[in-house]
């Protein structure tokens, strides 16, 4: 998906008018690191905070609402009109900018529910932004949305097409998150969309692909040649900092310098690997995931296997640097993950944990998956 206007747009100047900013999903994870930063920050004169809870940011205007809730068109075309005679000083115009960060990628989300936040969110707010006369979006998905394929360019430029499977996981939302994002200007004309894609994410996350430095051994499906290029959270989030005061626009990657290959994964992990053919990985995580015992569809699989590096060159253009390289947020990820243990994705308890571990190898993982799979048998016979 490439977009038809310029990829990086120069900096606001000094002169012009302090944005107001909106952000959704702001009491935790990426959209709180965002709204304290955006508090702070230089040409911004309000933030609202948008989320079901209220917030620990100091010196924002914090809203508890759904963010599917249409109503949310009002609440941005009247900016802070709920500050009384300040709002009355300060001028109570419109929104100029929405970064929607009013996500669900949790593992454990009941698929149904995450699918309705997440598309149906991401409509609403476009929608009401475009109503509301708010000039600018910003949304977050993930370079996943790339997919992980042979023959994958090493770096992918950010205008490569999106190739990933729009299965029913995360990343078949965040698919149609990218679809609304490429229809939203053209329905709605003076809308711009922004849409930024980290690598795998660290620093404080849970997903699939950090669940897998928390297995005893790191699967290696024979043939493959996977890199590896992390993200971490202050990273990401000053990339949206700049997005939000509208320094950059456009399909954005956002990642460390490079990537690392798998053997130097492992060195730095000081985990060895457990190679397994393509058929016996693959059937294995097909059938945890129909018995319900892994988070991840097979087809993620794809995601340790093949490369889905990104350039971030038009990042890179407009100045930003990443301040974390991928061997530190490696050993962040690690430290994050000590005492964990996951096979197949599926976090173990330490009663698992004590029998599936007390094997060597190859055998580790398969013996866990056999005695998962027949455990969730019995249980479906009763």
């Keep these: 998906m490439s977009s038809p206007e310029p990829a990086v747009r120069a900096p606001r100047n000094g002169p012009a008018t302090p944005l107001t900013i909106a952000v959704t999903g702001a009491a935790g994870g990426v959209g709180a690191l965002l709204t304290e930063r955006l508090v702070a920050a230089e040409g911004v004169k309000r933030v609202l905070a948008l989320d079901d809870r209220l917030g620990e940011a100091e010196g924002a205007d914090w809203h508890t609402l759904d963010i599917r809730d249409p109503a949310i068109a009002e609440l941005l075309r009247t900016a802070g009109a709920s500050r009384g005679p300040a709002a009355a000083r300060d001028g109570s115009g419109p929104v100029d900018v929405v970064v929607h960060l009013a996500l669900d990628l949790e593992l454990s989300s009941d698929p149904a529910a995450r699918t309705a936040l997440n598309v149906r969110g991401t409509q609403t707010v476009l929608t009401a932004a475009a109503a509301a006369g708010v000039r600018r979006v910003v949304l977050c998905t993930s370079a996943m949305v790339y997919g992980a394929l042979p023959d994958n360019d090493v770096p992918l430029a950010e205008d490569a097409e999106l190739r990933a499977t729009p299965d029913a996981s995360c990343v078949g939302d965040l698919l149609e998150i990218e679809r609304l994002a490429e229809r939203a200007p053209r329905a709605h004309p003076g809308l711009n969309v922004t849409v930024l894609r980290p690598a795998v994410l660290v620093g404080g996350t849970d997903t699939a692909l950090t669940r897998y430095f ?153 013996v866990g998956t056999a005695a998962l799979v027949r455990r969730a048998r019995r249980a479906r016979r009763r």
């Design 214 to 366: 928390e297995s005893p051994r790191l699967l290696v499906v024979a043939g493959s040649r996977p890199r590896w290029q992390f993200c971490h959270m202050e990273d990401l989030v000053s990339a949206l900092e700049l997005a939000a005061l509208e320094r950059v626009e456009g399909e954005l990657a956002v990642g460390c310098d490079g990537w690392l290959e798998q053997e130097e994964v492992e060195e730095l992990a000081g985990i060895r690997r457990m190679e397994l053919p393509f058929a016996l990985a693959l059937g294995a995580a097909a059938r945890l995931h129909r018995f319900g015992l892994t988070p991840s569809p097979a087809g993620d699989l794809a995601y340790t296997m093949y490369p889905w590096v990104v350039s971030g060159s038009r990042l890179y253009e407009a100045g930003w640097r990443p301040k974390w390289s991928n061997e530190e947020v490696l050993a962040e990820l690690l430290t994050e993950v000590a005492g964990r243990h996951t096979v197949a994705g599926r976090r173990l308890g330490r009663k698992d944990a004590a029998t599936t571990l007390g094997a060597a190898g190859a055998t580790v993982a398969l």
